[in-house]
């Protein structure tokens, strides 16, 4: 699987970015999909993984009521919708992909990554 993530840009708190996950491949349907990112001088994070059928979802409880993660299988294309931003959401997102079927925020088990796409949130 082959991914591309944009989307990004500079928004003030409380505003709202979609992102989204451009994949090409024949497994992409089948694969557990996730949002993680690192924000500037810490360790890349997970902040949301959605199941290959789009039914099951897991959230970082940082982002948990704010962040929708979801997928459009006819489009190849999985979303992270981020409403009510903060500063501290300020970070590159990047989005990959995981053979494991199950919902995992464990980042070894990805094994394909898109670029990052750079999310600033002003105050």
């Known amino acids: 699987v082959q991914l591309q993530a944009s989307g990004g840009g500079l928004v003030q708190a409380g505003g709202s970015l979609r992102l989204s996950c451009a994949a090409s491949?024949?497994?992409?349907?089948?694969?557990?999909v996730g949002w993680f990112r690192r924000a500037p001088g810490k360790e890349r994070e997970f902040v949301a993984a959605?199941?290959?059928?789009?039914?099951?979802?897991l959230y970082a409880d940082s982002v948990k009521g704010r962040f929708t993660i979801s997928r459009d299988n006819a489009k190849n294309t999985v979303y992270l919708q981020m409403n009510n931003l903060k500063p501290e959401d300020t970070a590159v997102y990047y989005c990959?992909?995981?053979?494991?079927?199950?919902?995992?925020?464990?980042?070894?088990?990805?094994?394909?990554w898109g670029q990052g796409t750079l999310v600033t949130v002003s105050s």
């Open positions: 990959a992909a995981t053979p494991v079927p199950v919902l995992t925020t464990t980042m070894s088990l990805y094994n394909s």
């Open positions: 959605v199941t290959g059928a789009g039914i099951n979802t």
């Open positions: 491949g024949r497994t992409f349907t089948s694969s557990v």
